[in-house]
Protein backbone atom coordinates (compact mmCIF):
# COMPACT_ATOMS: atom_id res chain seq x y z
CA UNK A 1 0.00 0.00 0.00
CA UNK A 2 1.38 3.43 -0.92
CA UNK A 3 2.07 6.28 1.08
CA UNK A 4 -0.29 8.21 -0.34
CA UNK A 5 -3.12 5.58 -0.11
CA UNK A 6 -2.68 5.12 3.92
CA UNK A 7 -2.46 9.12 4.30
CA UNK A 8 -6.12 9.02 2.70
CA UNK A 9 -7.30 6.15 4.66
CA UNK A 10 -5.89 7.83 7.75
CA UNK A 11 -7.89 11.31 6.87
CA UNK A 12 -11.00 9.51 6.15
CA UNK A 13 -10.46 7.56 9.76
CA UNK A 14 -10.44 11.19 11.45
CA UNK A 15 -12.89 11.86 9.62
CA UNK A 16 -15.57 9.12 10.73
CA UNK A 17 -14.18 9.89 14.38
CA UNK A 18 -15.45 12.95 14.19
CA UNK A 19 -18.55 11.81 13.00
CA UNK A 20 -19.00 9.42 15.35
CA UNK A 21 -18.05 11.33 18.17
CA UNK A 22 -21.08 13.73 17.48
CA UNK A 23 -23.62 11.29 18.65
CA UNK A 24 -21.91 12.17 22.39
CA UNK A 25 -23.31 15.29 21.91
CA UNK A 26 -26.38 15.40 20.01
CA UNK A 27 -27.80 11.22 20.67
CA UNK A 28 -29.29 10.39 17.48
CA UNK A 29 -33.04 10.65 16.95
CA UNK A 30 -34.92 7.16 17.78
CA UNK A 31 -33.30 6.16 20.89
CA UNK A 32 -35.56 7.34 24.15
CA UNK A 33 -33.75 5.48 26.70
CA UNK A 34 -33.11 7.50 29.78
CA UNK A 35 -29.77 8.63 30.47
CA UNK A 36 -27.96 5.87 32.61
CA UNK A 37 -26.66 6.52 35.97
CA UNK A 38 -22.44 7.34 35.50
CA UNK A 39 -21.45 3.43 36.91
CA UNK A 40 -23.77 1.51 34.57
CA UNK A 41 -23.14 3.96 31.84
CA UNK A 42 -19.51 3.20 31.47
CA UNK A 43 -19.68 -0.79 32.17
CA UNK A 44 -22.65 -0.76 29.63
CA UNK A 45 -20.74 1.09 27.39
CA UNK A 46 -17.49 -1.47 27.33
CA UNK A 47 -19.79 -4.12 26.80
CA UNK A 48 -21.48 -2.12 23.27
CA UNK A 49 -17.91 -1.51 22.83
CA UNK A 50 -16.50 -5.36 22.47
CA UNK A 51 -20.06 -5.93 20.90
CA UNK A 52 -18.94 -3.18 17.93
CA UNK A 53 -15.58 -4.61 18.17
CA UNK A 54 -16.55 -8.62 17.14
CA UNK A 55 -19.29 -6.70 14.20
CA UNK A 56 -16.02 -4.80 12.53
CA UNK A 57 -13.87 -7.75 12.81
CA UNK A 58 -15.84 -9.74 10.97
CA UNK A 59 -17.37 -7.48 8.27
CA UNK A 60 -14.09 -5.75 6.99
CA UNK A 61 -12.88 -9.61 6.88
CA UNK A 62 -15.73 -10.88 4.87
CA UNK A 63 -15.90 -6.59 3.13
CA UNK A 64 -12.11 -7.49 1.63
CA UNK A 65 -12.92 -10.88 0.11
CA UNK A 66 -15.66 -9.99 -1.42
CA UNK A 67 -16.25 -6.90 -3.52
CA UNK A 68 -20.36 -5.07 -2.19
CA UNK A 69 -22.94 -6.00 -5.16
CA UNK A 70 -25.70 -3.53 -5.97
CA UNK A 71 -28.12 -5.08 -3.29
CA UNK A 72 -25.53 -4.49 -0.88
CA UNK A 73 -24.70 -1.15 -1.99
CA UNK A 74 -28.63 0.11 -2.07
CA UNK A 75 -29.33 -0.87 1.25
CA UNK A 76 -26.26 1.06 2.72
CA UNK A 77 -27.24 3.86 0.26
CA UNK A 78 -31.04 3.49 2.07
CA UNK A 79 -29.84 3.37 5.17
CA UNK A 80 -27.58 6.55 4.70
CA UNK A 81 -30.77 8.58 3.39
CA UNK A 82 -32.63 7.32 6.50
CA UNK A 83 -29.37 8.75 8.78
CA UNK A 84 -29.35 11.85 7.40
CA UNK A 85 -32.84 12.67 7.87
CA UNK A 86 -32.90 11.28 11.18
CA UNK A 87 -30.32 12.95 11.87
CA UNK A 88 -31.25 16.34 10.45
CA UNK A 89 -34.38 16.18 12.62
CA UNK A 90 -32.55 15.72 16.19
CA UNK A 91 -30.12 18.87 15.01
CA UNK A 92 -33.13 20.77 14.04
CA UNK A 93 -34.61 20.07 17.26
CA UNK A 94 -31.70 20.58 19.95
CA UNK A 95 -30.52 23.85 17.95
CA UNK A 96 -33.62 25.46 19.02
CA UNK A 97 -33.75 24.01 22.37
CA UNK A 98 -30.35 25.26 23.20
CA UNK A 99 -30.55 28.87 20.95
CA UNK A 100 -32.52 31.89 22.11
CA UNK A 101 -32.98 33.09 18.63
CA UNK A 102 -35.76 30.04 17.12
CA UNK A 103 -34.53 29.22 13.70
CA UNK A 104 -37.23 27.93 10.89
CA UNK A 105 -37.26 24.45 9.65
CA UNK A 106 -36.84 25.59 5.92
CA UNK A 107 -33.84 27.90 6.72
CA UNK A 108 -31.82 25.73 8.76
CA UNK A 109 -32.27 22.79 6.53
CA UNK A 110 -31.13 25.43 3.53
CA UNK A 111 -27.58 25.44 5.40
CA UNK A 112 -27.17 21.96 6.18
CA UNK A 113 -28.11 20.98 2.82
CA UNK A 114 -25.64 23.63 1.60
CA UNK A 115 -22.81 22.43 3.56
CA UNK A 116 -23.80 18.89 2.66
CA UNK A 117 -23.15 20.14 -1.47
CA UNK A 118 -19.39 21.02 -0.13
CA UNK A 119 -18.97 18.09 1.07
CA UNK A 120 -20.37 15.41 -1.48
CA UNK A 121 -18.54 17.17 -3.79
CA UNK A 122 -14.74 18.30 -1.80
CA UNK A 123 -14.67 14.68 -0.92
CA UNK A 124 -13.92 12.51 1.96
CA UNK A 125 -10.13 13.39 2.05
CA UNK A 126 -10.94 17.40 2.24
CA UNK A 127 -13.82 16.67 4.87
CA UNK A 128 -11.01 14.39 6.94
CA UNK A 129 -8.51 17.68 7.20
CA UNK A 130 -11.19 19.84 8.47
CA UNK A 131 -12.20 17.16 10.71
CA UNK A 132 -8.69 17.46 12.29
CA UNK A 133 -9.24 21.07 13.07
CA UNK A 134 -12.92 20.40 14.42
CA UNK A 135 -11.77 17.40 16.66
CA UNK A 136 -9.34 19.62 18.01
CA UNK A 137 -11.57 22.49 19.13
CA UNK A 138 -13.58 19.09 20.45
CA UNK A 139 -10.82 18.56 22.79
CA UNK A 140 -10.58 22.15 23.88
CA UNK A 141 -14.42 22.65 24.42
CA UNK A 142 -14.20 19.40 26.69
CA UNK A 143 -11.38 20.50 28.43
CA UNK A 144 -12.91 24.38 28.88
CA UNK A 145 -16.35 22.40 30.17
CA UNK A 146 -14.62 20.05 32.86
CA UNK A 147 -12.58 23.37 34.09
CA UNK A 148 -15.59 25.75 33.66
CA UNK A 149 -17.68 23.19 36.36
CA UNK A 150 -14.41 22.50 38.32
CA UNK A 151 -15.91 24.40 41.52
CA UNK A 152 -19.21 22.07 40.74
CA UNK A 153 -17.84 18.96 40.79
CA UNK A 154 -18.97 16.31 43.51
CA UNK A 155 -17.41 12.53 43.86
CA UNK A 156 -20.05 11.89 46.66
CA UNK A 157 -22.86 12.64 43.06
CA UNK A 158 -21.60 9.83 41.53
CA UNK A 159 -24.61 7.03 41.93
CA UNK A 160 -23.50 3.32 43.00
CA UNK A 161 -26.25 1.16 41.67
CA UNK A 162 -26.21 -2.65 42.18
CA UNK A 163 -25.25 -4.42 38.65
CA UNK A 164 -25.66 -7.98 38.29
CA UNK A 165 -24.96 -9.80 34.73
CA UNK A 166 -28.84 -9.80 33.89
CA UNK A 167 -28.96 -5.92 34.07
CA UNK A 168 -25.92 -4.94 32.73
CA UNK A 169 -27.07 -6.73 29.42
CA UNK A 170 -30.52 -4.98 29.89
CA UNK A 171 -28.68 -1.66 29.98
CA UNK A 172 -26.42 -2.46 27.11
CA UNK A 173 -29.09 -3.49 25.12
CA UNK A 174 -32.02 -0.62 25.72
CA UNK A 175 -28.34 1.87 24.50
CA UNK A 176 -27.13 -0.08 21.66
CA UNK A 177 -27.79 0.52 18.03
CA UNK A 178 -25.45 0.32 14.71
CA UNK A 179 -23.73 3.45 13.94
CA UNK A 180 -23.58 4.14 10.04
CA UNK A 181 -20.31 5.00 10.72
CA UNK A 182 -19.12 1.27 11.14
CA UNK A 183 -20.69 0.18 7.73
CA UNK A 184 -18.76 2.45 6.31
CA UNK A 185 -15.21 1.67 7.64
CA UNK A 186 -14.00 -1.06 5.04
CA UNK A 187 -15.58 1.67 2.13
CA UNK A 188 -13.20 4.33 3.15
CA UNK A 189 -10.21 3.32 5.24
CA UNK A 190 -10.01 -0.12 3.19
CA UNK A 191 -7.09 -2.20 4.45
CA UNK A 192 -6.86 -0.15 7.81
CA UNK A 193 -10.50 -0.36 8.76
CA UNK A 194 -9.87 -2.73 11.02
CA UNK A 195 -7.12 -1.14 13.44
CA UNK A 196 -9.15 2.41 12.53
CA UNK A 197 -12.31 1.30 13.56
CA UNK A 198 -11.09 -0.20 17.07
CA UNK A 199 -9.45 3.26 17.35
CA UNK A 200 -12.43 5.01 16.37
CA UNK A 201 -15.15 2.93 18.78
CA UNK A 202 -12.52 3.16 21.87
CA UNK A 203 -12.48 6.80 21.44
CA UNK A 204 -16.19 6.89 21.48
CA UNK A 205 -16.55 4.81 24.51
CA UNK A 206 -14.00 6.83 26.16
CA UNK A 207 -15.52 10.11 25.42
CA UNK A 208 -19.34 8.61 26.50
CA UNK A 209 -18.06 7.59 30.05
CA UNK A 210 -16.05 10.88 30.59
CA UNK A 211 -19.16 12.80 29.60
CA UNK A 212 -21.63 10.64 31.65
CA UNK A 213 -19.04 11.02 34.87
CA UNK A 214 -18.52 14.77 34.19
CA UNK A 215 -22.62 14.98 33.79
CA UNK A 216 -23.32 13.23 37.21
CA UNK A 217 -21.08 14.63 39.44
CA UNK A 218 -22.07 17.92 38.27
CA UNK A 219 -26.03 17.74 38.39
CA UNK A 220 -26.37 14.60 40.81
CA UNK A 221 -29.63 13.03 40.42
CA UNK A 222 -30.59 15.63 38.20
CA UNK A 223 -28.97 14.31 35.78
CA UNK A 224 -31.39 11.47 35.01
CA UNK A 225 -34.06 13.75 34.28
CA UNK A 226 -32.15 16.02 31.85
CA UNK A 227 -32.96 16.22 28.50
CA UNK A 228 -29.82 17.55 27.18
CA UNK A 229 -27.47 16.90 29.99
CA UNK A 230 -24.11 17.59 28.13
CA UNK A 231 -25.79 21.23 27.23
CA UNK A 232 -27.08 21.66 31.04
CA UNK A 233 -23.40 21.21 32.10
CA UNK A 234 -22.04 24.01 30.05
CA UNK A 235 -24.90 26.49 30.77
CA UNK A 236 -23.62 26.08 34.54
CA UNK A 237 -20.00 26.27 33.95
CA UNK A 238 -17.84 29.95 33.55
CA UNK A 239 -14.51 30.76 33.71
CA UNK A 240 -14.09 34.14 35.31
CA UNK A 241 -15.81 37.23 33.85
CA UNK A 242 -16.99 34.76 31.13
CA UNK A 243 -20.29 33.17 32.22
CA UNK A 244 -21.86 31.92 29.44
CA UNK A 245 -19.55 29.57 27.15
CA UNK A 246 -22.54 27.29 26.45
CA UNK A 247 -22.68 29.35 22.94
CA UNK A 248 -19.29 28.18 21.85
CA UNK A 249 -19.42 24.27 22.82
CA UNK A 250 -22.99 24.39 20.89
CA UNK A 251 -20.91 26.18 17.65
CA UNK A 252 -18.67 23.30 18.03
CA UNK A 253 -20.68 20.49 18.38
CA UNK A 254 -22.72 21.46 15.41
CA UNK A 255 -19.64 21.48 13.41
CA UNK A 256 -19.44 17.97 14.26
CA UNK A 257 -22.99 17.06 12.84
CA UNK A 258 -22.48 19.32 9.51
CA UNK A 259 -19.44 16.80 9.21
CA UNK A 260 -21.54 13.86 9.76
CA UNK A 261 -23.68 14.94 7.52
CA UNK A 262 -20.86 15.82 4.66
CA UNK A 263 -19.27 12.52 5.56
CA UNK A 264 -22.76 10.58 4.78
CA UNK A 265 -23.76 12.23 1.87
CA UNK A 266 -20.23 12.41 0.63
CA UNK A 267 -20.27 8.67 0.74
CA UNK A 268 -23.75 7.48 -0.99
CA UNK A 269 -21.76 9.72 -3.53
CA UNK A 270 -19.53 7.41 -3.53
CA UNK A 271 -21.10 4.72 -3.56
CA UNK A 272 -23.29 5.78 -6.63
CA UNK A 273 -20.12 6.17 -8.49
CA UNK A 274 -18.80 3.05 -7.73
CA UNK A 275 -21.01 0.74 -9.44
CA UNK A 276 -20.63 2.75 -12.29
CA UNK A 277 -24.02 4.69 -12.92
CA UNK A 278 -24.26 6.88 -15.74
CA UNK A 279 -25.70 10.40 -15.25
CA UNK A 280 -25.04 14.15 -14.40
CA UNK A 281 -21.94 14.70 -11.98
CA UNK A 282 -24.00 16.66 -9.56
CA UNK A 283 -27.18 13.86 -10.46
CA UNK A 284 -25.79 11.45 -7.38
CA UNK A 285 -26.12 14.70 -4.79
CA UNK A 286 -29.76 15.40 -5.88
CA UNK A 287 -31.22 11.93 -5.65
CA UNK A 288 -30.07 11.61 -2.25
CA UNK A 289 -31.33 14.64 -1.51
CA UNK A 290 -34.62 13.80 -2.75
CA UNK A 291 -34.53 10.76 -0.94
CA UNK A 292 -33.80 12.75 2.72
CA UNK A 293 -36.46 15.09 1.96
CA UNK A 294 -38.80 12.72 1.60
CA UNK A 295 -38.27 10.78 4.54
CA UNK A 296 -37.54 13.85 6.61
CA UNK A 297 -41.25 15.06 5.25
CA UNK A 298 -42.43 11.40 6.55
CA UNK A 299 -40.96 10.57 9.46
CA UNK A 300 -41.09 14.42 10.58
CA UNK A 301 -42.92 14.69 13.83
CA UNK A 302 -45.21 11.03 13.18
CA UNK A 303 -42.70 7.90 12.79
CA UNK A 304 -39.11 8.80 13.83
CA UNK A 305 -38.69 5.63 16.02
CA UNK A 306 -40.00 3.13 13.36
CA UNK A 307 -37.61 5.53 10.77
CA UNK A 308 -34.63 4.86 13.33
CA UNK A 309 -35.53 0.66 14.06
CA UNK A 310 -35.85 0.56 9.75
CA UNK A 311 -32.76 2.58 9.71
CA UNK A 312 -31.12 -0.11 12.29
CA UNK A 313 -32.37 -3.17 10.24
CA UNK A 314 -30.71 -1.45 7.35
CA UNK A 315 -27.36 -1.68 8.45
CA UNK A 316 -28.09 -5.13 10.11
CA UNK A 317 -28.49 -6.48 6.73
CA UNK A 318 -26.20 -4.57 5.37
CA UNK A 319 -23.58 -6.30 7.42
CA UNK A 320 -25.01 -9.63 7.53
CA UNK A 321 -25.19 -9.68 3.76
CA UNK A 322 -21.20 -8.55 3.45
CA UNK A 323 -20.17 -11.22 5.94
CA UNK A 324 -22.35 -13.96 4.13
CA UNK A 325 -21.15 -13.21 0.49
CA UNK A 326 -17.20 -13.12 2.19
CA UNK A 327 -17.67 -16.48 3.74
CA UNK A 328 -19.10 -17.89 0.68
CA UNK A 329 -16.58 -16.53 -1.64
CA UNK A 330 -13.56 -17.79 1.45
CA UNK A 331 -15.18 -21.07 0.72
CA UNK A 332 -14.87 -21.57 -2.45
CA UNK A 333 -11.28 -20.42 -2.52
CA UNK A 334 -10.46 -23.16 0.16
CA UNK A 335 -12.24 -25.91 -1.82
Known amino acids: MSRETRFDQRQAAVLLLAALLADSFLEPFG?????LPARTAVWAGALRFGILCMVLFLYSAAWRRAAPG???TALLEGALVLSIALEVIQAERFYNYVMQQQLAAAAFLVLV??????GAFAGVQALGRAAW?????????VGV??????????????????????????????QFYLPPELALLP??????????????LGAAFAAGSLLAMLGEMTLGAAYLQTDQPV?????????SVFRRLDALHVGVWLLLFLLKIGLYFAAAVRLWHRQGRAGPRHGPYWVVLAGVMAVFLAVWN???????????????AVLALAAAKGWMRKGRGGS
Open 31 to 35: RQTAP
Open 70 to 72: RVL
Open 113 to 118: FAAAYY
Open 133 to 141: LVLTLTVLS
Open 145 to 174: LAWSVAGQLRFASLQTPALDAAGLWDAAAG
Open 187 to 200: LLCGEQAKKAGVRM
Open 231 to 239: FAIARLGGI
Open 302 to 316: QREEEAFLLQQWLLA
